[in-house]
């Protein structure tokens, strides 16, 4: 990836970051200052330090309402300032001379809550005497419950660390009078509305102020909304489906089967100064990042099997520039805010579209601009159409890179550093090594050698090479399924192919466990064989020195299966495809998923992707 330099790090208040809820913004908003908030002079001075005036639309809003104790609702997507619309008026309740906890935040995910601390921390620099801290699993237990036991005041924290406080005695909400529930959309998402119920139990029912702040306001979160909040004032600065302005949004027609290959040959070309790749589940990101990094592309994995302290170490190299590309998962990336990434890669299209708005709210932040682009499968079109319907905003076709093409970047990039290069000098070695290689071939030309060593420094070693009848097979593959893809879109919409049960609502062929049914086609590849069974996928494959009988041995060993209940393994490069005729119960994916091949761990789970090639699986 090209890397320009690095913006500087954006302030923990967004208050100036320009946003989807920009276009609601109203004229009596917009010369609203914070001095009109009637905040505290020392929450002020803050703010003023900050070197922020101007509140977000979310901010202008919530705040009076807060101060003036109202509880609220506030509709409001990622970037917008929600931190600071809570978190100012939960300082101004804090007594910092009482050394007891009186505020508590509750938000989805770890990187959130250490962000959103960090956030108010940052406001309660001018008023001695208030201690934040933020609680959350996968971090040492006892240092959270030294702090607590000081008597923090404002606690930040994922719903089920603070419920382990609470029921351990070392997290008390008696005296608490402000609570606060970030991204509560999320939460839910994740299955924390059990939790979230719970921890509102060990809080006294009146003397409390609460305010919920989510993404979107469907019915599970205005029935909490109205279980636990008291008239609540309802601000929405923005429509639901708004996305980010300052975003390119545009999608590829990609086969399931060349994701990975397109994947590189984006990034390869891309002028982003970072990029977030998103995937849907943890095997899937694993695999990619893995496959990044063998290609050479400075990558890393970021899932909810990355133990804390190794995430924050994750996001403190993209931060600094030593990894250029992180792979995630949706519920990795909340609260995740790098002011490097300049594009997000959907390499799995999102389950729900509002996920899709969180997912590239994660670049174009802070006035710069960024790009996302979505994978999309031919038979996913279905599922794009409804992307757009939601937000309200097409999306633009755009061609994977060719290999010319990444090929034809690498060379211009190297050319622009020829200036400069020159300009360094100690050239001698190389000018009388290019001499005397022209003496002794004086039938080559200078300009045609300066070009041979261009295709060797990107690795093109002529067109008969393995490599690039591949690439070219696969970037005249993209082309196809493209084409076939937009040629099924005209027939429908002329009423030439009329719906069959085999398609679901939004258009994509049916799938069960094993894959499509038979008759349905991916790419140029025809017709699959429908396997016997259930098809399971395992996170072993080529790359970690796996056979099938190791496969095979795992299985009927940890499994309890038999050779006959066992049908055609595929194995690829970072995963493989097993056919296993009795379906497996949760204790026995547990067992085989903890059994270890090649030195990994199988980690089984329903094959839930797209077929796999029907060509042999390379040795």
């Not at 609470?166 to 939460?187: P, T, V």
């Not at 599922?383 to 090929?407: D, G, Y």
Request: with cysteine; hydrophobic share 40%; aromatic share 4%.
């Amino acid at each position: 990836m090209t890397m320009p330099a690095s913006a500087p790090a954006s302030a923990p208040l967004s208050a100036a970051e320009p946003s989807a809820s920009a276009a609601t913004t109203t004229k009596a908003a917009a010369k609203t200052s914070f001095k009109d908030l009637g905040l505290p002079a020392a929450l002020l001075e803050a703010v003023e330090a900050l070197g922020f005036e101007t509140p977000s639309p979310i901010q202008a809003e919530a705040i009076p309402a807060l101060l003036s104790g109202r509880d609220i609702t506030g509709v409001a997507q990622t970037g917008t300032g929600k931190t600071a619309a809570f978190g100012l008026p939960l300082l101004a309740r804090v007594d910092a001379g009482l050394r007891a906890t009186q505020a508590l935040v509750l938000t989805p995910t770890r990187e959130l809550a250490m962000q959103v601390a960090d956030a108010i921390e940052s406001f309660a620099r001018t008023t001695p005497g208030i201690e934040v801290i933020s609680v959350y699993g996968g971090s040492p237990y006892l240092p959270q419950q030294r702090a607590l036991q000081r008597g923090a005041q404002v606690v930040v924290g994922t719903p089920g660390r603070v419920i382990d406080h609470l029921e351990r005695g070392s997290l008390k909400l008696d005296g608490i009078r402000f609570l606060a529930l970030d991204e509560a959309d999320e939460m839910l998402r994740m299955g924390f509305a059990e939790d979230v119920e719970k921890i509102f139990g060990f809080a006294p029912r009146t003397g409390r102020q609460v305010a919920l702040f989510s993404a979107t306001m469907p019915e599970p979160i205005r029935r909490v909304a109205q279980h636990h909040l008291d008239n609540p004032v309802e601000i929405a600065v923005a429509r639901q489906s708004s996305t980010v302005t300052s975003v390119r949004q545009t999608y590829a027609i990609v086969p399931f089967r060349h994701k990975a290959g397109s994947l590189v040959r984006v990034l390869q070309t891309s002028d982003a100064d970072a990029a977030i790749v998103f995937c849907r589940t943890r095997g899937a990101a694993e695999e990619v990042g893995t496959a990044l990094i063998e290609r050479g592309i400075a990558a890393a994995t970021i899932s909810g099997d990355v133990a804390q302290k190794d995430r924050e170490k994750i996001v403190e190299r993209l931060r600094s520039g030593q990894v250029d590309v992180l792979v995630a998962t949706d519920v990795a990336a909340r609260g995740l805010d790098v002011d490097r990434i300049g594009l997000v890669v959907n390499f799995d299209l999102p389950g729900e579209p509002e996920a899709y708005v969180h997912r590239i709210g994660r670049t174009g932040r802070a006035g710069r601009s960024g790009e996302a682009l979505s994978f999309v499968t031919p038979h996913e079109r279905g599922r794009l159409r409804q992307i757009e319907r939601t937000t309200r905003t097409p999306l633009e076709e755009v061609a994977i890179p060719s290999p010319a093409e990444v090929s034809a970047h690498k060379v211009k990039k190297m050319l622009g550093d020829v200036a400069e290069r020159h300009e360094a000098g100690r050239l001698d070695l190389y000018v009388n090594l290019v001499r005397e290689h022209l003496a002794e071939h004086e039938d080559v030309d200078a300009v045609e050698l300066a070009a041979t060593l261009a295709a060797l420094f990107v690795g093109d070693r002529g067109p008969r090479s393995r490599e690039a009848l591949a690439a070219e097979e696969e970037a005249a593959e993209l082309a196809a399924a493209a084409r076939r893809a937009h040629r099924e879109d005209d027939g429908r919409r002329d009423g030439r192919h009329r719906h069959s049960p085999a398609s679901d609502a939004d258009g994509r062929g049916r799938r069960d466990a094993r894959g499509p049914r038979d008759g349905a086609r991916d790419g140029a590849r025809g017709i699959r064989r429908d396997p016997v069974g259930t098809r399971y996928r395992v996170a072993v494959g080529h790359k970690h020195g796996v056979q099938p009988r190791g496969i095979v041995g795992a299985l009927t060993h940890e499994g309890g299966l038999s050779g006959k209940d066992l049908g055609k393994i595929d194995i690829f490069p970072h995963f493989s495809l097993v056919d296993i005729a009795t379906p497996l119960d949760e204790p026995a994916l547990e067992r085989i998923g903890r059994a270890r091949v090649g030195g990994r761990a199988l980690r089984i789970t329903i094959d839930e992707g797209a077929p796999a090639p029907r060509r042999r699986p390379q040795d």
